[in-house]
Nanobody, 125 residues
Framework: QVQLVESGGGSVQAGGSLRLSCAAN????????MAWFRQAPGKEREGVAF???????AYADSVKGRFTISKDNAKATLYLQMNSLKPEDSGIYYC???????????????????WGQGTQVTVSS
């Protein structure tokens, strides 16, 4: 059973930075897709950044140029470096993974089978 545990959330002022981590209990080099999603109060969970097993990445338009997704297979950890944070980036950030082949980019959540518990990010103006 794949287990994912996020950390690194917190409160920051607009323009600041945070680095989220997602530790997995298995060999993440076998995961075809990993991703970060976020959910703001009253809104649906949305995909923010995606990375496949070959380290190809993709981003939501709202975070392009500000966020960077990466992974360290040796540490079984996924990262999200978030710079130039805005109040609208606030929400709960979730790590997700899936072993199945196919396109990793997904606006919705059905593509991903495994989820972490989430970590809160709050950006104040």
């Amino acid at each position: 059973q794949v287990q994912l545990v996020e950390s690194g959330g917190g409160s920051v002022q607009a323009g600041g930075s945070l680095r989220l981590s997602c530790a997995a209990n298995g060999d993440i080099s076998n995961y075809h897709c990993m991703a970060w999603f976020r959910q703001a109060p009253g809104k649906e969970r949305e995909g923010v950044a995606f990375i496949d097993r070959n380290r190809l990445t993709a981003y939501a338009d709202s975070v392009k140029g500000r966020f960077t997704i990466s992974k360290d297979n040796a540490k079984a950890t996924l990262y999200l470096q978030m710079n130039s944070l805005k109040p609208e980036d606030s929400g709960i950030y979730y790590c997700a993974a899936d072993l199945n082949r196919g396109l990793c980019v997904s606006p919705g959540t059905r593509r991903y089978s495994y989820w972490g518990q989430g970590t809160q990010v709050t950006v104040s103006s």
